[in-house]
Structure formats: C-alpha cells, structure tokens
C-alpha cells in the first residue's frame, strides 16, 4: 500500500468506525430505554439523525428492536470492510459468493466488537464517574446503559463488603472476548480473503 493509500485507509477507518458507533449508540439508547432528554443522548440523535430518518421509512421498527439504526452500524462496517480490500487492491467484482460471504461475516464480527467495546468503555467511565462524581449529568445515561449487564453479574458475584466488583468482572470478561475470540476471528476471516 502506498502512503496515500494508507492516509484514505486511516481516514475511511476513523470515520466509518465513529459512524458504526453512534448508530449502535442510538440503538442501544432506544433499546434500552436511556433518557433522551440528556445531552449526550440528544447529540447522539442530532448525529445520526440524517441517514436514520429516510432510512426508517423504509425499513420499520421491530417491536422495540430499532432495525433500521442497527442496520445502519451494520452497513457502515460493511462498507469499511469493502473499502479496505478496494484500497488493497482486492478484485471485488470478481470474486466468488464465498468471498461475499466471509466479507457479511467480518462486518458482523466488526459491529459485535463495536457493541462490546460501547459497554465496556460505558462501565468503565461509570466506575471511575463513581469515585469522582457520582452526580455528573450523564450518569443517567450510563446508568440505562449499564445496568442490564452489571444485573446480570450481579446474580453470580456478590458484593465484597461494600464494593461492587460486577464493573471489574465484566470489564475483564469483555476484553477477554474481545481479545481472543472477536478479533482474531476478524483478522483470520481477513486473512483467508487476502490470502
């Protein structure tokens, strides 16, 4: 790749990874119900609000799943995929559907790594918001956010004294998959398209 090729590469990433990320927020948010009254929930909307509206008149809602916002994290890593072997010289329109299918499977792989990270890094700023200051204006949010997971850990890890270790746990079970399951799947699935 040539230094052009890897500046166009860094920027496609940058983008396409932030834009992954506030469509899963927004999804997230409506899943799970956060205060759209909030600052950080209302930027969200603002941001994601020009592909997200045309888009739902065309795909609709499922129940309470948001589809069409989902959908558009999703594309997002798909585009990205695509855009990586483009500038890699990879011949697209030429490849067989296996290849096709490998490239859905590491868009997949990309906004399952993205919705992880979103909690992780959603727990992680509570724990530390916690000590800091417990009243800060996005607390609401990342309370919404955060406390079906903690919840759930909660069942199985009791409080040591007066210490919630559940953000510890879930942290290290997340990087965990991140690290050893997700990301060198992707990498493997990338590899095996090259190759």
Not at 154 to 172: C, E, M, Q, S, Y
Request: charged share 10%; aromatic share 12%; hydrophobic share 60%.
């Amino acid at each position: 790749m040539t230094l052009l090729s890897n500046a166009l590469l860094f920027l496609i990433k940058t983008v396409l990874d932030l834009l992954t990320l506030v469509f899963l927020l927004r999804f997230y948010f409506q899943l799970l119900k956060v205060p759209f009254q909030n600052q950080a929930a209302q930027m969200v909307v603002s941001l994601t609000n020009f592909a997200v509206k045309p888009v739902r008149k065309i795909i609709p809602s499922l129940g309470k799943l948001d589809v069409s916002t989902l959908l558009l994290g999703y594309f997002c890593q798909l585009l990205l995929t695509v855009g990586t072997l483009w500038l890699s010289d990879y011949p697209l329109l030429i490849v067989g559907s296996g290849i096709w299918l490998k490239i859905f499977a590491i868009a997949f792989l990309g906004t399952i790594s993205i919705s992880i990270a979103i909690f992780l890094y959603a727990v992680l700023i509570q724990a530390v918001l916690s000590w800091v200051n417990p009243y800060t204006p996005i607390a609401p949010v990342l309370n919404k956010l955060t406390n079906p997971i903690l919840s759930f850990f909660r069942k199985f890890i009791p409080a040591a004294g007066n210490i919630d270790l559940t953000p510890l746990v879930f942290i290290i079970t997340a990087q965990l998959l991140l690290l050893t399951i997700l990301v060198p799947l992707e990498n493997n699935l990338f590899k095996s398209i090259i190759s």
